[in-house]
Each structure stands twice: as C-alpha cells, then as structure tokens.
Nanobody
C-alpha cells in the first residue's frame, strides 16, 4: 500500500532551521506531484509548498517564500522541505502529500495520499 512517512520535525528557536523529509513507497513516485501542508491547533490544513513530478515547477504560500525550499529526489522516492528563518507562527504539524499528476496544487482535496505528519515547534 501507499505510504508517506515524514521525519525531521522538532523544537527549534525562532530564526533556526529544520529540514523535513518524506519517504514515499507503494506508488510510482515520478507520476506524482508532491506537496507539504501544515495544520496548527484549531486551524485548517494549509498548503505550504508543492513540487512537480520532475522538480522543475515549485509553488509556495506567500508567508514562506524566501524561507522554505521544497525539493525531491526521484531516485530515492524522497521529498524534502528545507526551512530557514523559522518563526513561531510556523509552528504546526507538517504533512507530506502526493497528487497524481505532473504539477502541484494548493488545494488539499487535490491530493490522493497523506502522511501522518511531523510536529514542528518554533519557540520565541
């Protein structure tokens, strides 16, 4: 079955950095665009970043542009989210998601598979 397993979350001070990883299995990885979403307590699950099947196209929510970078390694079935300049408002559970198709989407319902999430906590 399809599995998306996130790792790399943790507690970091404001201004710090983290790199999230997502290991995908059970799906033809190159046929899927990938995305990262996040959900803070009491809030909706929001799009953070997305990447096309080959990595040529990326998209970000405005609040993370210039601070977060999404990338993928199709040889390893991995997708990454490098986060720098973290702020307390970045605190959330971060989810990896897979969307059948070539390009990412900012809409949660466009994604077919989800990971269990990894907690990112940024202290002030």
């Amino acid at each position: 079955q399809v599995q998306l397993v996130e790792s790399g979350g943790g507690l970091v001070q404001a201004g710090g950095s983290l790199r999230l990883s997502c290991a995908a299995s059970g799906l033809p990885f190159r046929s899927y665009a990938m995305g990262w979403f996040r959900q803070a307590p009491g809030k909706d699950r929001d799009f953070v970043a997305g990447i096309s099947w080959g990595g040529a196209t990326t998209a970000y929510r405005d609040s993370v542009k210039g601070r977060f970078t999404i990338s993928r390694d199709n040889a390893k079935n991995m997708v990454y989210l490098q986060m720098i300049g973290l702020k307390p408002e970045d605190t959330a559970v971060y989810y990896c998601a897979a969307r059948m198709g070539l390009v990412p989407s900012g809409r949660r319902n466009d994604y077919n598979y989800w990971g269990q999430g990894t907690q990112v906590t940024v202290s002030s």
